[in-house]
């Protein structure tokens, strides 16, 4: 077996065959090794694959070689369009025949003929440039196969029109509906039950999950696997947390309510008795979300004491009407035979049975918390740990799992990844060499005059220091905050004094300003979040990459100090065990945008002097590729001249 993947993988294998620029990756053969014996011995692997490595074919040849149907779990929509579009065909190229894979997204990637039916009986817009949008949706809905919305590149991710006629959990009628034999999710249902490979992401693999875990196993969203691969795997916690809890907001109830207009609508039905219970239901709905606007910090903890006695009372007052509410669309539904009726009752039993689970908040598993919008507010339940939740779910669905990432190990350890996912049983684990030579390569400058991070003077300082870094690059910079206050006061201060061109995230869609970096070069983007993975800008485009602070999370969101709490409580360190692995891993994420390609070259600088003054220092440094180090800016110019 071995000689099978090295006659694939080796410096004049099947690989080397496909490329004139190929160059033999070790490390690559050895992760296509450990993923195939992952899959053979039923096991669970982590594997620690730097970039450069070549991991997405490493895993995926070994995983079409096996009998088993494997899902294949990204961390993006673009990266599953990557494996599809790039991956899956390299691989046919090499194993001489044609790959069954299925892309699976989402359901709201896809229009759902019923919504559009019940849309064109009352379109309403909130602008002329909806109205316009929706005529180009008209036009490709009369002749699209998949019903994918990727399909239409015009659409911005916020069309609101798009929300009025995807297809929903809450609104599908499965096989009642009269859409079904054309139904776009039913018919990707058919080709992924006949692949041998589904290609999806994280929130659909959760989503799937959850359902098969609060059905008993009865419920599935995906077809049938043995085995999965999760890539990026690094943002499991964060996108199971989501899933293995529950969220109500106002929107949601607006949202069923303008589905259950357009469904009597489309019925032709009139009924007396349903306007003075929706108007019922919106004033106690009202009365009950303005309660949680409460002053103080946007997101924050709900506890048991939060539900006060008249939150208490608008909580059986919700029921109440949501039971009469549902008993009536039943009625309706039973007399007229309509699924659509029936499935509108249940949505809003469940929605008011959600919302009351919720705010009653006395599951001490769980954490409560609130987000303040200015239109809205979002109420919360997410599990404070996962390790009930993976193991009742992925681990007893499917015994062989593999983990990768780029970052997986803080301090050379698996330990912190493990631990978040609830992995207490042995695993085969390897952190994988780079092929980079990153003493070459990059340069990691570290100030030691930097005021503290938590002091005032801090921001001022951090843009005066900036300003050369960019300057020395010629631009071409990436400047990552972890805050966008800090963000936004850069980009205010540095932008007249700069004599390149600025872009600021938020001031155009992501995709759009990662174009416009690449396209020109020279250009500084000041950006956060989610900036700080998963982009890929190779080449000149960019030369220095520039993190502000230690990319901590804060001790005040709500998650984060549940867990604090928790790990508190039963003994441990939370700061070694929890927040300091974190940080060490966001931070490798953030540096990993420069070097990714064994011709790239830069800065990368990170302004934070505690790296030198607390004892922890040590440990993110040893947890960092082993690029030359420098506190001194001359450093940084003989560099760049070099």
């Not at 025949?97 to 989402?106: D, F, H, P, Q, T």
């Not at 009372?313 to 539904?333: G, H």
């Amino acid at each position: 077996m071995k000689d099978e993947l090295a006659a694939i993988f080796g410096p004049r294998g099947l690989l080397a065959a496909a490329f004139d620029k190929y160059e033999h990756r070790p490390g690559q053969l050895r992760m296509a090794e450990l993923v195939r014996r992952a899959l053979q011995e039923d096991q669970v692997a982590l594997i620690e694959a730097p970039t450069g490595t070549g991991k997405t074919i490493a895993y995926l040849l070994p995983a079409l070689q096996s009998p088993r149907r494997v899902v294949i779990s990204t961390g993006t929509k673009a990266l599953q369009e990557q494996v599809m579009r790039k991956d899956i065909p390299l691989a046919e190229r090499i194993l001489g025949r044609e790959i069954r894979a299925v892309l699976m997204k989402g359901r709201r990637n896809y229009l759902c003929r019923y919504r559009l039916h019940l849309f064109l009986q009352q379109p309403v817009f909130e602008s002329r440039q909806e109205s316009s949008l929706f005529k180009i949706i008209e036009r490709w809905a009369a002749q699209t196969e998949f019903g994918d919305r990727a399909e239409i590149p015009q659409l911005p991710d916020d069309c609101a029109v798009w929300n009025d006629i995807c297809s929903t959990p809450e609104t599908c009628a499965g096989q009642r509906c009269q859409h079904n034999p054309t139904c776009f999710i039913t018919k990707l249902r058919q080709r992924a039950a006949q692949a041998e490979a589904v290609v999806t992401n994280h929130h659909l693999l959760f989503a799937d999950l959850s359902v098969r875990l609060n059905s008993g196993g009865e419920g599935q969203v995906l077809p049938d696997y043995n085995a999965v691969i999760c890539d990026e795997a690094h943002q499991l916690e964060d996108t199971a947390t989501s899933y293995f809890g529950l969220s109500t907001s106002s929107y949601r109830y607006d949202e069923w309510e303008r589905d259950l207009t357009r469904t009597l609508t489309a019925l032709h039905l009139i009924d007396t008795e349903i306007p003075p219970l929706l108007g019922s239901l919106r004033k106690i709905r009202d009365g009950l979300f303005e309660c949680y606007r409460f002053p103080g910090e946007e997101r924050s903890r709900l506890t048991a004491e939060s539900c006060t006695p008249e939150i208490g009372e608008r909580l059986v007052a919700l029921r109440e009407n949501a039971d009469r509410l549902a008993a009536r669309l039943s009625s309706l539904a039973a007399a007229g035979n309509s699924v659509d009726l029936e499935a509108l009752a249940r949505r809003i039993k469940d929605l008011a049975v959600a919302t009351d689970e919720i705010c009653i908040a006395d599951d001490a598993a769980f954490v409560y918390w609130r987000e303040r919008r200015p239109r809205s507010v979002i109420l919360h339940k997410d599990p404070i740990e996962l390790a009930t939740a993976m193991q009742d779910s992925l681990f007893a669905f499917t015994t062989a799992v593999v983990f990768t990432s780029a970052t997986l190990t803080a301090q050379g350890s698996f330990r912190y990844i493990k631990n978040r996912l609830g992995i207490t049983f042995d695993t085969l684990e390897e952190s994988l060499p780079t092929c980079f030579d990153y003493p070459r390569q990059g340069l990691l400058y570290l100030p030691t005059d930097m005021p503290d991070p938590r002091e005032p003077a801090f921001a001022e300082a951090a843009i005066a220091r900036i300003e050369p870094l960019v300057r020395a690059a010629g631009g071409r910079s990436l400047c990552l905050f972890t805050s966008i206050r800090n963000m936004e006061a850069a980009y205010e201060a540095l932008r007249p004094r700069l004599p390149y061109p600025c872009l600021l995230q938020g001031e155009a869609p992501k995709h759009l300003l990662l174009e416009r970096k690449r396209n020109e070069p020279a250009t500084v983007l000041f950006a956060t979040a989610s900036f700080w993975e998963g982009v890929d800008i190779a080449g000149d485009a960019l030369g220095c990459v520039i993190i502000d602070k230690l990319p901590f999370a804060s001790p005040g969101e709500p998650i984060v100090a549940a867990r604090i709490e928790k790990l508190t409580a039963d003994g441990g360190q939370a700061f070694l065990d929890y927040q300091l692995p974190a940080a060490i891993i966001m931070l490798k994420q953030g540096l990993g945008r420069l070097i990714r390609t064994s011709d790239d070259r830069g800065v990368l600088a990170v302004l934070d002097s505690r790296i030198h003054r607390k004892g922890y220092g040590k440990q993110i440094l040893g947890s960092l590729p082993s690029f030359a180090k420098t506190s001194k800016m001359e450093d940084v110019l003989r560099f760049w001249q070099a």
